[in-house]
């Protein structure tokens, strides 16, 4: 077995790669995400590029899969039919949130309702103090008749979230036990083994999202096993998580609320390789696809890695406004901003694009698919960036006159401009709002965005990556080959890895060590046994230490790095410089006289790192659109300049000059290293094309991948 696959489905197109271990070589494919039923597309996708690659199934030893189907079930509500479980007296705590109000001017906010209504919200007789100790014993009787009455309501999924339950779970479990008995095909979740740390609301929100979608990723795991199973792939599959490392199906099927962004991580991981390979210690990825855009901070080539996100939030740019899940997830912004993004004119007569998506149905109008709406896509082809006639390699032909005819009718009538002033507002705004949304990102992360080179891949990155880049004022833009599929790169560069967290409050300067180190012991031991079952050797496993401190008062903590080992007061001075560069990298100062606290506790077991090869020239795939095709293949020609590499010229639409200009065309494949050209010029290759401005310098480095110089 030599082969590994990578699936990256996304909410317009499904992305695939596979690489041959004992050649290093690499086909990609894309396919459109067939919403309704996605392991179709991926069954479809997998067969068409293992038959194009000459790959046989029987030669798979492993399926690294990144899915948004949790975070879409979220969005837009089509999970379980959910019940929530809580201590007497805490029924509304989901209700009440945090008591703070994300926009304090806004009188009309309307924050996302919870995903469990109140008349599924029961209490149950029972209270645990803050040391664990039983106040009150759990009244079973009374958590039958509730477990019954929910029962009659129908409903599928339960989460079970007791006060105090993440220092003692034993009525929590118990709970789970009579829940079974009552209901033997109720789908339960535990906070204690969710999310085990303090603060009620968060724990809550967290338990009745990983429930809540979790039958919905049981069958959908099944019936992609099975799929797998009837190609003939008999190699592990790997589900990506929100934190970067991968997952075995149990624990996915058992925790899916750490698969939320597992799409976007991947892209975030593909970055963070390349900038690792390029020795870059700045990055900002920049991933822009169909329906969405993400922006992740690298430093060192490593993302940035936070402990809670929000998904649902009724205002993009404003956090509280959505549902937070507590687990570990590399830290991105992400907006509605992608190709199949919907522009319209609101009633103040203001030019909007997003967030709603055309998505892969129906799509743009120039698919001719039944897209009704001009999108981002359609404005992209009208100024001239995309080529009609070589969309995904020319498996698709875009109809430019449905998107002349959209944007015309929908923008540029209602707002009193031509088409082609229509279709250049489309693309300035939609590049507005994602620079604008990563330096919102990177200011609320102490980084000055000015020092860090942009990445740019997905299917719409490169093409407006240069806008972008410009509004951000980044020093240069760099386009991996093989951009339109790096999110499924990205899945195959994944360790196997497993995040665990405990809640323990320490003041440092009188810590109790023993209890500090029974903490990391014990999930180290439950990680190391996870990794052993899934074939890792002892001598591969990885252990890193995170504590989360505070200065006594506060209310919020940061995030430090432990030393390993046996902790003691010996080791106080090592973790107080961790904690306090930590916090001066934040805050740019620190309070004096100020004791140092500690609340939660984490670990992450991994295994070794994978070997991509992302720097290697990966071999143009087949893309296929709706029902397979004959397939082309396509050879690169041996030159190592770039006039030969020109495949024509179009008019293409560049506002420094002032309109429509003559702009040469390169072919990617034929672009080999060295090559240096001047913008404007347009680069294609199969799954994307990039769009370089007037003024820039532009080559082809060593790993092929297109460095662009802006000029100052």
């Given at each position: 077995?030599?082969?590994?696959?990578?699936?990256?489905?996304?909410?317009?197109?499904?992305?695939?790669?596979?690489?041959?271990?004992?050649?290093?070589?690499?086909?990609?494919?894309?396919?459109?995400?067939?919403?309704?039923?996605?392991?179709?597309?991926?069954?479809?996708?997998?067969?068409?590029?293992?038959?194009?690659?000459?790959?046989?199934?029987?030669?798979?030893?492993?399926?690294?899969?990144?899915?948004?189907?949790?975070?879409?079930?979220?969005?837009?509500?089509?999970?379980?039919?959910?019940?929530?479980?809580?201590?007497?007296?805490?029924?509304?705590?989901?209700?009440?949130?945090?008591?703070?109000?994300y926009d304090m001017y806004d009188l009309f906010i309307d924050p996302p309702p919870p995903l469990v209504p109140r008349h599924l919200r029961r209490e149950v007789p029972e209270r645990l103090l803050a040391d664990g100790s039983i106040l009150k014993t759990l009244d079973e009787a009374a958590a039958r008749r509730a477990l019954a009455e929910l029962a009659r309501e129908g409903v599928e999924a339960l989460a079970i979230c007791l006060l105090h339950a993440y220092v003692n779970p034993a009525h929590e479990r118990r709970l789970s036990e009579i829940a079974r008995e009552v209901s033997p095909g109720l789908s339960v979740s535990c906070s204690s083994e969710v999310v085990p740390e303090i603060r009620e609301y968060e724990r809550a929100s967290t338990t009745c999202a990983n429930v809540y979608v979790a039958p919905l990723m049981a069958r959908y795991l099944e019936d992609l096993e099975r799929r797998l199973a009837a190609l003939g792939i008999d190699g592990q599959l790997y589900i990506m998580q929100s934190s970067g490392g991968t997952a075995l199906p149990p624990l996915a099927r058992r925790l899916p609320v750490r698969l939320v962004e597992s799409g976007p991580a991947a892209g975030a991981l593909a970055a963070a390789q390349a900038a690792r390979e390029r020795h870059e210690p700045k990055l900002l990825s920049f991933d822009m696809g169909g329906t969405t855009a993400k922006a992740c901070?690298?430093?060192?080539?490593?993302?940035?890695?936070?402990?809670?996100?929000?998904?649902?939030?009724?205002?993009?740019?404003?956090?509280?406004?959505?549902?937070?899940?507590?687990?570990?997830?590399?830290?991105?912004?992400?907006?509605?901003?992608?190709?199949?993004?919907?522009?319209?004119?609101?009633?103040?007569?203001?030019?909007?694009?997003?967030?709603?998506?055309?998505?892969?149905?129906?799509?743009?109008?120039?698919?001719t698919l039944g897209g009704r709406h001009p999108t981002v896509t359609d404005a992209d082809l009208l100024l001239g960036y995309l080529d009609a006639e070589f969309f995904l390699g020319g498996r698709m032909r875009l109809d430019r006159e449905a998107a002349h005819r959209v944007v015309g009718e929908h923008v540029a009538r209602r707002l009193g401009l031509d088409v082609t002033g229509a279709a250049w507002g489309i693309h300035r705004v939609v590049n507005e709002n994602m620079a604008a949304a990563a330096r919102i990102h990177g200011i609320e992360r102490g980084r000055d965005l000015r020092q860090y080179p942009l990445f740019a891949f997905g299917g719409a990155g490169p093409v407006h990556c240069w806008q972008v880049a410009k509004i951000l004022k980044v020093p240069r833009i760099l386009i991996p080959f093989g951009a339109g599929a790096m999110s499924a790169y990205g899945l195959l560069a994944a360790p196997l890895a497993f995040d665990f967290v405990r809640t323990g409050r320490q003041r440092l300067d009188r810590a109790d060590w023993p209890a500090i180190n029974r903490l990391f012991a014990e999930m180290e031991e439950e990680g190391r046994a996870l990794l052993a079952r899934a074939g890792v050797a002892p001598a591969d496993i990885h252990i890193s230490r995170i504590a989360e401190m505070r200065h006594a008062g506060q209310g919020h903590e940061v995030e430090c790095a432990m030393p390993l080992g046996a902790l003691s007061t010996e080791s106080l001075p090592t973790i107080t410089a961790s904690f306090e560069n930590a916090y001066r990298a934040l805050y740019h100062r620190l309070p004096h006289g100020v004791p140092i606290e500690a609340l939660n506790w984490r670990l992450t077991v991994s295994g070794p790192q994978p070997s991509t090869g992302l720097s290697r020239r990966s071999e143009p795939g087949r893309a296929l659109i709706r029902p397979p095709s004959v397939h082309a293949s396509r050879t690169a020609p041996t030159t190592t300049g770039s006039a030969r590499a020109t495949k024509g010229a179009r008019q293409a639409y560049f506002a420094e000059v002032g309109g429509f200009v003559e702009t040469p065309v390169y072919d990617r494949y034929a672009l080999h290293a060295g090559a240096e050209f001047a913008g404007p010029a347009i680069v294609e290759e199969r799954e994307s094309t990039a769009v370089v401005g007037p003024g820039a310098r532009c080559r082809v480095d060593d790993g092929f991948g297109l460095v662009v110089e802006i000029p100052t």
């Open positions: 077995m030599r082969a590994r696959l990578g699936v990256d489905i996304g909410g317009t197109f499904t992305d695939l790669v596979v690489i041959d271990d004992a050649t290093g070589t690499a086909r990609v494919g894309k396919v459109l995400t067939t919403a309704k039923d996605p392991a179709h597309g991926v069954e479809e996708g997998i067969h068409a590029l293992l038959d194009e690659a000459g790959v046989r199934s029987d030669a798979v030893r492993a399926v690294v899969h990144g899915t948004t189907l949790a975070t879409n079930a979220l969005i837009e509500r089509k999970g379980a039919k959910t019940a929530l479980l809580t201590t007497e007296g805490f029924r509304d705590a989901l209700e009440i949130r945090r008591e703070g109000r901070v690298i430093d060192d080539g490593v993302p940035l890695v936070g402990r809670e996100f929000e998904v649902a939030r009724a205002d993009r740019f404003k956090k509280g406004s959505g549902l937070p899940i507590r687990v570990p997830v590399i830290e991105l912004i992400e907006i509605g901003a992608g190709g199949g993004s919907i522009a319209r004119v609101d009633r103040m007569g203001l030019l909007k694009v997003g967030p709603d998506s055309a998505g892969a149905d129906p799509g743009p109008a120039c698919y």
